[in-house]
């Protein structure tokens, strides 16, 4: 119990925290993720277009060689005359500076006339059929793209061309083309231009580039358009040429850190951008890592689509920025975590201390003490319930005291009793006959005066000792009570009428005001009345003619702890007032400060005898010089003690 | 007029005994039930005082045995000390009045005159 409230705390500031923490951290990392996602799409996106502009210009940059080789004069008439020594030398040029892997020349009847590489004069005869001249001398003009030359085609060229044409395949179970065991034909970016002289067409000029293993455009692409970015060792950006659906030309490496030629895309792709001839964007798994990719088809002069281009991003190096906002974030969280549970650690000191110290000032009331240590007042409910706690130690203090002062006070009235009970049977014979003899010798006529005078005393004496011993006795004496409803100021003036006449004489005003809507009290009346008379005598024998003595009735709570309804009566005299010091004694059996043989000092310890038999009770203020004030409660309920001493 | 005077203080029974025989009674004086009752034996007053407290018999057997015996005599109860139990028992067996001890011989008196005539109205 002594840490729940505390842990309990604790770990709700803990549990909102974490809360709040993984709710930002789920929300923000599923923003940054499509976020980053899209933006790396986007970015892949203009990659592709990037590489596939430059795709285009050499397209472009091909044809433009041809087309300025064809206008040359001396190029035209060394066709003219066939003179293939000097257009051989003329092609072998052309095609180094344009960087082509095959260039010919062919007559405008379909013969090949020359061509660079070993066979450069072919023997007349049988030759491969040359796609592109076909086209050229078909429609007069020139072409340019992409154009799939088939082995035969590339034997007859060069043979070297052949064999780099040649990519065997990777073994691939996905592979929906198992039979086809490697490729031998070629991809190629070429053009052919007519070659005229005037309106005659000569012939045509053709040449390209063999994309199949070519490592210059993939590599180009990847040091232009991602600047050789590279991550953790490895490029961060990849291109690939596609032969349909197998890889010709490209820079993704085998997990054996190869290229990856002769390797196929994913069906997905191949469907999207081959079959359907879309623009491909997404997340995808190439040969070893995630890339974030880009394809799109590659189509022939012909209009058919032959292969795809593609751009890709390695997705590492976003799922590495990822991963440093993951770690941000649940640092983050965990910071969070930690200020909570020390926020919540601190409230619940500030909320547990005040409590625990209550904890320990309940103990200590339980152990006897009634000042308990209940430490700096606080704000709020716990102030509250200190103030609660505080009032109520005090009041059960008060109870103690009160229920103390009527055992002490009860113990005295017993043994003074008892005492009184034994010393009063003994002294009131001899009493009796001093009292009979004494006024039996007055009585008579012959004694001298100063006798008589003396006889005088003894009688006066007698009587003072006769009302001590009465004093002893009604002290003692605790006769029952008989209760009954009594209307309170009744009982009051009643009293109050028997002692105007020596309140009168004395020159002392007794004012009455009594209360409005008491409630009925029950009561034995003539000792209530006794006690009032008691008590109005007392506040007379105080004060000097000339002051006064009020007397009011209220309806009024107890004050004693335990709130009971009931009446009070205030006598207020303005007499000499009794010293601090004297105000415990007051009710002490035999306490009295008048001079001797004016009272027995019973009174008062009488009157409470009385009222504390009727479950009430009297408290007393006074000022020295100002006078007192003599508050008597009584219970409006009946819960009286019947305690008479019989004998 | 004849009063037996019961009590066994003789200072109680001597100032009772000069009180009244100075009010012109004739008083008998007893100094223990037992004495009371061998007189009452004989005589038969018109007062009796008694005392409550006595070693032996106390007052209220007398009394109880007055009642049986000598009814309708009236009865002065005295007592040095008495609660309001012992009254009333008093007055159940008959006493016409309760005199507390110590009293003064005018008391006395006045306390006969005022039972003597009371009983006079109501005989």
């Known amino acids: 119990m002594k840490y729940s409230t505390r842990s309990k705390l604790i770990a709700s500031f803990l549990g909102v925290s974490f809360l709040v923490g993984i709710v930002s951290l789920v929300a923000g990392m599923r923003l940054v993720n499509e976020h ?85 004069l072919p023997s007349s005869g049988t030759h491969a059929e040359n796609p592109l001249a076909k086209m050229v001398l078909e429609q007069r003009t020139s072409v340019s793209g992409t154009v799939i030359l088939p082995v035969e085609f590339l034997i007859e060229e060069n043979h070297e061309l ?59 692409v990847r040091e232009t358009v991602f600047q050789g970015e590279v991550f953790n060792g490895r490029s961060i950006g990849t291109a690939t040429i596609f032969l349909n659906d197998v890889r010709i030309a490209t820079n993704v490496l085998t997990p054996e850190g190869k290229r990856a030629l002769g390797t196929r895309v ?118 509250v319930l200190q103030t609660a706690f505080k009032e109520m130690v005090e009041a059960m203090g008060r109870r103690r005291a009160a229920s103390e002062a009527r055992i002490i006070h009860s113990e005295k009235q017993a043994s003074v009793g008892r005492l009184a009970a034994g010393v009063a049977h003994e002294i009131n014979n001899p009493l009796t006959g001093v009292l009979t003899y004494t006024h039996m010798l007055l009585r008579r006529k012959d004694i001298a005066a100063d006798v008589r005078s003396d006889l005088q ?58 209360g409005e809507n008491l409630p009925e009290v029950t009561l034995d009346r003539s000792q209530i009345q006794s006690v009032l008379i008691n008590v109005v005598i007392n506040a007379l024998d105080a004060t000097e003619p000339g002051g006064n003595i009020r007397i009011f009735t209220a309806a009024s709570l ?29 009710f002490d059996p035999f306490f009295t400060t008048k001079t001797v043989g004016q009272g027995t000092g019973l009174g008062l310890s009488v009157s409470l005898g009385i009222v504390q038999r009727h479950g009430g009770h009297i408290r007393v203020q006074s000022e020295v010089g100002k006078g007192s004030r003599f508050f008597i409660w009584l219970p409006a309920e009946r819960k009286m003690e019947h305690e008479g001493t019989g004998g | 007029m004849k009063v037996l005077v019961v009590d066994d203080e003789a200072i109680v029974l001597r100032s009772c005994r000069m009180v009244l025989e100075a009010e012109g009674c004739e008083v008998i004086a007893a100094a223990s039930v037992d004495e009371a009752m061998a007189i009452l034996e004989q005589q038969i007053p018109e007062l009796l005082l008694i005392d409550v407290k006595m070693p032996v018999h106390n007052g209220m057997y007398l009394m109880r045995r007055l009642k049986e015996k000598r009814p309708g005599i009236p009865i002065i109860v005295m007592s040095g000390y008495a609660t309001s139990e012992t009254i009333k028992e008093a007055e159940d067996l008959g006493a016409a009045i309760f005199l507390p001890k110590p009293f003064t011989p005018d008391e006395l008196a006045d306390t006969i005159k005022a039972v003597l005539a009371n009983t006079r109205r109501e005989a």
């Not at chain 1, 002692?499 to 002392?508: C, D, R, S, T």
């Not at chain 1, 009446?567 to 009794?578: L, M, P, Q, R, S």
Request: glycine residues 8%; proline residues 4%.
């Open chain 1, 36 to 120: 980053l996602l899209g933006e790396a799409l986007n970015r892949v996106r203009q990659n592709l277009n990037a590489a596939n502009e430059m795709y285009v210009t050499r397209v472009k940059h091909v044809k433009t060689c041809l087309s300025i080789t064809t206008l040359g004069l001396a190029f035209i008439s060394s066709v003219r005359e066939k003179n293939t020594t000097d257009l051989a030398l003329r092609l072998e040029r052309m095609a180094r500076l344009a960087e082509l892997d095959f260039a010919g020349l062919v007559s405008e009847d379909g013969r090949v006339l020359c061509r660079i590489g070993p066979n450069a």
């Open chain 1, 162 to 220: 052949a064999e780099r044409a040649r990519i065997p395949l990777a073994a691939d179970p996905d592979s929906s083309s198992g039979a086809r065991d490697e490729i031998s034909a070629g991809l190629s970016i070429a053009a052919a231009v007519p070659v005229f002289d005037g309106p005659l067409m000569l012939g045509v000029l053709y040449g390209g580039i063999l994309l199949n293993r070519s490592e210059t455009f993939v590599d180009t």
């Open chain 1, 266 to 383: 994913s069906r997905e792709v191949k469907e999207h951008v081959l079959d359907k001839g879309k623009l491909w964007a997404d997340l995808a798994f190439v040969s070893r890592d995630w890339y974030i990719t880009a394809y799109q088809p590659i189509e022939a002069i012909s209009g058919a689509r032959v292969g795809m281009i593609y751009v890709g991003v390695l997705e590492e190096k976003y799922a590495d920025i990822r991963r440093q906002i993951l770690t941000v974030y649940s640092l983050i969280t965990a910071a969070i975590m930690l200020v909570g549970a020390g926020l919540g650690y601190l409230i619940a000191r500030r909320i547990t201390s005040p409590i625990q110290r209550l904890i320990r000032a309940s103990q200590q009331v339980r152990e006897g003490s009634l000042t308990p240590d209940l430490g700096q007042p606080e704000r709020g409910e716990i102030g």
């Open chain 1, 457 to 514: 005393v003894i009688v006066e004496a007698t009587e003072r000792v006769r009302r001590i011993v009465k004093g002893l006795l009604d002290f003692s004496r605790q006769t029952k009570l008989d209760p009954e409803p009594t209307d309170i100021n009744r009982l009051v003036a009643a009293a109050i009428s028997l002692i105007e006449n020596q309140a009168l004489v004395k020159g002392v005003a007794i004012k009455f005001n009594p």
């Open chain 1, 558 to 586: 107890s004050g004693n702890g335990v709130a009971l309804k009931g009446i009070e009566i205030t006598v207020a005299d303005t007499g000499c007032g009794v010293p601090p010091e004297n105000l415990n004694k007051l």
